[in-house]
C-alpha cells in the first residue's frame, strides 16, 4: 500500500505540475475554481456471517477555457468478511490517477494520461500505465460533455509474482450530464490492448450518478467493471463493485 500511496502523490504532483507550466493562449477573465470532492462509503453486515466494506476517494478537477483541463485523484477499497468464526479479506484494492488535456482547438485537445493500481484480490502488486495522446470533443456543452481521446501507452506490472512491461494503444472515451449544480451523471470506458499481441488488454469502465443534498454534500452511486484478459493463474477476468456512499464538496 505504501508503494501505492507514493504513486498517488507522484501522479498528482505530475499532473497539477504539468497544467500550471502551460503557457496561456489567452489570459482568461476569471480563472475557474478546483474542484475537490472526498468521497466516503460503507458496508456493514451482522448475523450469520458478518462483512466489512468501506470506500474512499479524493478528487481534484479544474478547468481554464483557453488552456486546457485535469482530473487527479486517488481510491482505496477494503472490505473483511467473517462466517463461522473465521476472518478474510475479501476487498483490497487502491488506484490513483491522473489526466491533463492541452486546448489545441475548441474541439479538440492533446494529453497525458497516468494510473497506478493495486490490487491484493487479483494478485496485481502494481499495474503502472502511462502515454500520451490526442483526442476531441463530440459534445461540450454546460449539461453535456462527451470526449474521445487516443495515443500509445506503456504498462509495467507485476501480477502473480511475475513482472512484465509492453506498449499497448490506449483509446477512451468518457461522458457527463449535469442535470443541475451538483447532481450529475457519468460514464467512461478504457481499452488497453498490447500492441504485440490484441489478445492480451485491459478493459476499465465506470459509470455512476450523483445527486446534491446541499451544495456541499451529495448521495451517489458508483458501478466500477475491470476487466483482465489474461489474468494470474486461477483468478477471474471481470472484477465488480458497486458503491454506495456520500460526497463532499471541499
Do not use: C
Not at 88 to 95: F, G
Amino acid at each position: 500500500m505504501n508503494r501505492i500511496r507514493l504513486m498517488g502523490v507522484v501522479v498528482l504532483g505530475l499532473v497539477v505540475g504539468s497544467v500550471r507550466a502551460q503557457s496561456p493562449v489567452a489570459p482568461p477573465a476569471s480563472p475557474a475554481p478546483l474542484k475537490t470532492s472526498l468521497d466516503l462509503g460503507a458496508t456493514l453486515t451482522d448475523g450469520n456471517s458478518e462483512s466489512r466494506k468501506a470506500n474512499g476517494s479524493l478528487t481534484l478537477e479544474g478547468e481554464r477555457a483557453p488552456l486546457g483541463s485535469f482530473l487527479a485523484g486517488a481510491q482505496v477499497n477494503y472490505g473483511e468478511s467473517k462466517v463461522n468464526g473465521e476472518t478474510e479479506t475479501d476487498l483490497d484494492n487502491a488506484k490513483a490517477f491522473g489526466n491533463a488535456k492541452k486546448t489545441l482547438s475548441a474541439m479538440t485537445f492533446a494529453y497525458g494520461d497516468i494510473s497506478a493500481l493495486y490490487d491484493n484480490m487479483a494478485e496485481i502488486d502494481y499495474r503502472v500505465t502511462a502515454g500520451p495522446g490526442a483526442g476531441f470533443y463530440l459534445l461540450k456543452t454546460p449539461a453535456h460533455t462527451l470526449s474521445m481521446e487516443a495515443g500509445p501507452s506503456y504498462v509495467w506490472e507485476r501480477v502473480s509474482e511475475g513482472d512484465d512491461d509492453y506498449l499497448a494503444l490506449r483509446a477512451a472515451e468518457r461522458y457527463e450530464y449535469v442535470v443541475a449544480p451538483g447532481t450529475r451523471f457519468w460514464e467512461s470506458v478504457e481499452i488497453l490492448p498490447e500492441v504485440s499481441d490484441f489478445s492480451n488488454f485491459l478493459v476499465t469502465a465506470e459509470a455512476g450518478a450523483e445527486a446534491a443534498v446541499n451544495a456541499h454534500f451529495s448521495l451517489r452511486l458508483v458501478l466500477q467493471d475491470k476487466y483482465d484478459s489474461q489474468p494470474g493463474a486461477g483468478l477471474d477476468k471481470n472484477d465488480l463493485i458497486l458503491i454506495g456512499g456520500v460526497s463532499l464538496k471541499l
